[in-house]
Each structure stands twice: as C-alpha cells, then as structure tokens.
C-alpha cells in the first residue's frame, strides 16, 4: 500500500507523513530532500538556476542515494550523508527553481518509484499523486493558508533563535507557491482522486486522525 501526500510548502506534510509512517510501519519517503540534495550541488558548483542546459547535465552526473538509519531518511549526495546541509532557504529556493528541468525531475521520479515499489511508503512532495505514484491507494492534499504556513516557518525559526521577518518569509512562501504550481513539468495540483485536508485551523492530531481515517475507508 502507497499513500501519497502532496501540497505547498509549509503545509505540514513531513510532520504528518512521519507520524503516520512509524504508526503504520511504513518507510516516509521525502522527496524534497532529494531535489534538495541536487540544489546543493548545483549551489556548491555555483552553477546558474536558469541555465537548463548546464543543470540537466549536471544532474545526470550527481549520484542522489537514500538510506535509512534509525528509521530516519538520509541522503546521500556522491556518496556523502547531507542531510545536515539541505534545510535552509537557500536550498529549499534553487531546489523550486531547478525541479522545473525535466532531466533533474525524471532521475529523481526513477528513484522514488522505485522505493515504492520495494515497500509500503508514505510519500510527500508536489508530484506524488499525479506523476510518481498515480495508482497510490490514498493521496491526500495537503495544504494551509500562506499566512498560516508563514506563521509556523517564523515560529519554527524563533524557537531556534534565528532573527526573521514575517512579511519576508510569507512573501518567500508565495513565490515558492507559484514556480512550483505555474512550472510546465509535473506542476503542483492536487490529483482528480486526492482527497484535499486545509491545516489552518487543524491540529498535527486532526490532520492525522482525517488520513487514519480515511485509510481506514481504503483498506
Ligand atoms: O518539500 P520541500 O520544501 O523540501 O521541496 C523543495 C522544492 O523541491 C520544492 O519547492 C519543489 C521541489 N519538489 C518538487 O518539485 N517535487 C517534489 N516531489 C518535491 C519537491
């Protein structure tokens, strides 16, 4: 059984996945952390975001590898753990810009599809439930207002002591929200058959008892 989750940023779909995965048994696959992994590299070889023809050669020689340690989803980039590296906004904004590439999409869809196929996953991302994983018995949209998404980044950030404006962050978020949703390849949207769950006024536990739920109905 697959379970494909898909939304915007900030809408809260690893938190929900990974509950659910260790509740189920089921391995979380995230596949942001793998157009993540790209961007560093692309990032630490300074390459251009807007040069398609460097990016997708580049990407057909990167190694993007998962492996799992203590239950947790580690990328390996050529072979080196980056987990630790693929968090910041900087990463996160050359990663929306650089998914657009066909070339970079198709390798990283080959990998994720073939996670699926060795085990039950719980998935999340933007494409899962129209491009990855089509035949997925659940797929849930995930999404919450940019406001409220803005509002869990600033706190997150706060906890950690990081300085931030809100109005930035927001401002981030809905740029992120239209190159990943306006892009020619395999944009966001939620599929014909998705069921779609708005967070803003839910709690991680609200959310997760909707999907129980609902795989419940599907089972
Ligand atoms: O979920 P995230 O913030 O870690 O994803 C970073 C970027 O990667 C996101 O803005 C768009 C891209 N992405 C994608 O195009 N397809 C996916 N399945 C997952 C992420």
Redesign the pocket.
Known sequence: MNIAI?GP?GAG??TIAKRLAKELGFIYV???????AM?LYFLKHQMDASDEEEISRASEAVDISIRYQDGEQQVLLNGENVNGKIRSEEV??M??ST??YPKV?KK?VAL?QKLAADADVIM?????GTC?LPDAEVKIYLTASANTRAKRRYDELRAKGEACDLAAIQEDIEA?DY??MH?EE?P?RQAKDAVCLDSSDMTVEEVVEKIRSICRERN
Do not use: E, F, P
């Not at 999340?124 to 899962?128: A, P, V």
């Open positions: 898909d940023a779909k690893s995230d596949t942001g952390a793998m157009y993540r961007a996160g904004n990663a929306s998914s657009v999409r990283l994720q999340d991302g933007r494409d899962i990855v992120r190159r990943d892009r395999s966001l």
